[in-house]
């Protein structure tokens, strides 16, 4: 895999989806302008009444908030407002009827022209195993596996670092009741391009990977995997136009396991390779050996035991890329909570029938006011997907949520993008199949992290070659295995 596979940028929705504009409880360091936020959206037809609360060992239970929501009225609860002074830890939303809540931190690069955005949907529950398919520690790339203990008893975590061609355990931590603790892979896997993570605890907690670049200024983070599962779906990959798609395949098993992976684009199904993953070890695979030049491709992984497998797309000189979890089942129903074609930003939607019956989709959005509005429909042909673009059928301007639903299970994708001088920012991402009464949302900050404020001198040029290939650490895109010097080491 490229060293940049780990240069991920993620689209999110600003933290003032549901109310426009920036809204208050933004605070600011240096030339870096923050928020962060809880987005929760209704989804049923009847008031719902909810509750926020930020457990802490003094008081753990009481709610800290409090929200009316009109039937699939969406609103913003900034947490520099509601949890002042330092924090940074699990938020629990709950709710008498079925929403959808999303944790949003947004801010500004010093040129003003951009909002950057780490994001997460929350968990309907904490657990004791957690995946986490991607991770990066290679020149400025820094990567976090961040732990939430929602318990009122201490919890023991150890990790395990996972890559396509060794292990490492990683430090086993103690996360007492109510906090958050933070392990910092390069102190155990240093200038490594590419790994994935399994964790396993003492009691249910929360895990996700933060992983950031740029000094600071750009990050993402990936919400860990619950469950392996023998089916996972990824879709809108590319390899053309300086678009490179890559799978990663976690193996957690204690046994071998044999994966397929088949694509399909506007030219139908192509079959793609079979592979062999060791026990507790990954693999990735190159899309572009099996599709070349292809824009817009899904992609379907098969495995004779339980795995986890995720997708990244790197552009602009690998300058640029995002990463995105498969799922591991079609829906008839898929809701995005942060959709927006305002400030620049181009939102399109993805969907793809993946039986063997004709679908037949509906698009609706809810503006700010809550009114669901019809936006449109498409027929499906089995096996088929198209592609609609917000501005196809919003407001110009539109910030809000959008609901596809099928008569048949279907998978559905929103891609995000936009442009910031010479950076192109763009971002895939899956929504949420069915709203939940209660979620956990993992570190949600009230005021700006550190990272954002600590100033890294920029990585000079490594020219050792520690895979022995032939090809100088700096120029090698898989600098961590051997490879052909003629494909730059891979």
């Given at each position: 895999m490229r060293r940049s596979i780990g240069i991920l940028l993620v689209v999110m929705a600003a933290a003032g989806v549901c109310t426009g504009g920036n809204p208050e409880g933004w605070a600011t360091v240096g030339s870096t302008s923050f928020s962060s936020a809880i987005v929760v959206q209704n989804m049923s037809n009847e008031t719902a009444h909810v509750q926020i609360t930020y457990p802490t060992p003094c008081d753990p239970t009481t709610p800290d908030y409090q929200v009316t929501l009109e039937p699939w009225a969406c609103s913003t609860v900034n947490v520099n407002d509601v949890q002042p002074g330092p924090w940074l830890g699990a938020a629990v939303v709950t709710s008498d009827m079925p929403i959808i809540a999303q944790r949003s931190m947004v801010w500004s690069d010093p040129r003003s022209c951009v909002q950057k955005a780490a994001g997460t949907h929350g968990v309907h529950e904490p657990a004791t195993m957690w995946y986490l398919p991607e991770g990066n520690t290679w020149g400025g790339f820094d990567t976090s596996i961040v732990i939430q203990n929602v318990n009122d008893a201490p919890v023991n975590v150890a990790p395990t670092f996972i890559t396509d061609v060794s292990k490492h355990p990683g430090p086993t931590v103690t996360v007492e009741p109510f906090t958050t603790s933070a392990i910092h892979v390069k102190e155990t896997l240093p200038d490594w391009s590419s790994f994935s993570t399994a964790l396993i605890s003492s009691g249910p907690v929360i895990a996700q990977a933060t992983m950031m670049w740029s000094n600071g200024r750009s990050t993402q983070d990936i919400l860990g995997v619950q469950a392996p599962s023998t089916m996972w779906y990824l879709a809108e990959g590319s390899t053309s136009g300086g678009f490179e798609t890559w799978y990663a395949i976690q193996?957690?098993?204690?046994?071998?396991?044999?994966?397929?992976?088949?694509?399909?684009?506007?030219?139908?199904?192509?079959?793609?390779?079979?592979?062999?993953?060791?026990?507790?070890?990954?693999?990735?695979?190159?899309?572009?050996?099996?599709?070349?030049?292809?824009?817009?491709?899904?992609?379907?992984?098969?495995?004779?035991?339980?795995?986890?497998?995720?997708?990244?797309?790197?552009?602009?000189?690998?300058?640029?890329?995002?990463?995105?979890?498969?799922?591991?089942?079609?829906?008839?129903?898929?809701?995005?909570?942060d959709s927006s074609n305002a400030h620049g930003r181009s939102t399109w939607f993805s969907v793809w029938n993946v039986g063997d019956e004709t679908a037949d989709v509906s698009i609706t959005y809810q503006p700010v006011d809550g009114?669901?509005?019809?936006?449109?429909?498409?027929?499906?042909?089995?096996?088929?997907s198209k592609s609609v673009s917000l501005s196809g059928f919003t407001p110009s301007g539109f910030t809000g949520s959008v609901v596809i639903t099928s008569d048949v299970p279907v998978v559905a994708v929103q891609g995000t993008a936009w442009q910031c001088g010479d950076d192109t920012h763009r971002d895939v991402q899956f929504?949420?199949?069915?709203?939940?009464t209660t979620w956990y949302l993992p570190a949600v900050p009230s005021e700006p992290p550190l990272w954002m404020s600590t100033e890294q001198p920029a990585p000079g040029p490594d020219l050792s070659d520690r895979d022995g290939d032939g090809v100088p650490d700096d120029e090698d895109y898989c600098p961590d295995w051997p490879g052909d010097p003629s494909t730059n080491g891979c």
């Amino acid at each position: 895999m490229r060293r940049s596979i780990g240069i991920l940028l993620v689209v999110m929705a600003a933290a003032g989806v549901c109310t426009g504009g920036n809204p208050e409880g933004w605070a600011t360091v240096g030339s870096t302008s923050f928020s962060s936020a809880i987005v929760v959206q209704n989804m049923s037809n009847e008031t719902a009444h909810v509750q926020i609360t930020y457990p802490t060992p003094c008081d753990p239970t009481t709610p800290d908030y409090q929200v009316t929501l009109e039937p699939w009225a969406c609103s913003t609860v900034n947490v520099n407002d509601v949890q002042p002074g330092p924090w940074l830890g699990a938020a629990v939303v709950t709710s008498d009827m079925p929403i959808i809540a999303q944790r949003s931190m947004v801010w500004s690069d010093p040129r003003s022209c951009v909002q950057k955005a780490a994001g997460t949907h929350g968990v309907h529950e904490p657990a004791t195993m957690w995946y986490l398919p991607e991770g990066n520690t290679w020149g400025g790339f820094d990567t976090s596996i961040v732990i939430q203990n929602v318990n009122d008893a201490p919890v023991n975590v150890a990790p395990t670092f996972i890559t396509d061609v060794s292990k490492h355990p990683g430090p086993t931590v103690t996360v007492e009741p109510f906090t958050t603790s933070a392990i910092h892979v390069k102190e155990t896997l240093p200038d490594w391009s590419s790994f994935s993570t399994a964790l396993i605890s003492s009691g249910p907690v929360i895990a996700q990977a933060t992983m950031m670049w740029s000094n600071g200024r750009s990050t993402q983070d990936i919400l860990g995997v619950q469950a392996p599962s023998t089916m996972w779906y990824l879709a809108e990959g590319s390899t053309s136009g300086g678009f490179e798609t890559w799978y990663a395949i976690q193996n957690p098993n204690t046994e071998s396991v044999t994966v397929s992976v088949d694509f399909y684009s506007s030219d139908g199904q192509v079959p793609g390779p079979t592979v062999v993953v060791d026990p507790m070890a990954r693999k990735t695979v190159y899309a572009a050996d099996s599709l070349p030049d292809t824009f817009g491709f899904s992609a379907v992984v098969t495995a004779s035991a339980p795995v986890v497998a995720c997708q990244t797309t790197t552009w602009d000189g690998h300058h640029g890329a995002s990463v995105m979890p498969g799922v591991p089942a079609p829906s008839p129903q898929w809701a995005f909570v942060d959709s927006s074609n305002a400030h620049g930003r181009s939102t399109w939607f993805s969907v793809w029938n993946v039986g063997d019956e004709t679908a037949d989709v509906s698009i609706t959005y809810q503006p700010v006011d809550g009114s669901r509005q019809d936006g449109t429909a498409l027929a499906l042909d089995p096996y088929g997907s198209k592609s609609v673009s917000l501005s196809g059928f919003t407001p110009s301007g539109f910030t809000g949520s959008v609901v596809i639903t099928s008569d048949v299970p279907v998978v559905a994708v929103q891609g995000t993008a936009w442009q910031c001088g010479d950076d192109t920012h763009r971002d895939v991402q899956f929504g949420v199949w069915e709203g939940s009464t209660t979620w956990y949302l993992p570190a949600v900050p009230s005021e700006p992290p550190l990272w954002m404020s600590t100033e890294q001198p920029a990585p000079g040029p490594d020219l050792s070659d520690r895979d022995g290939d032939g090809v100088p650490d700096d120029e090698d895109y898989c600098p961590d295995w051997p490879g052909d010097p003629s494909t730059n080491g891979c």
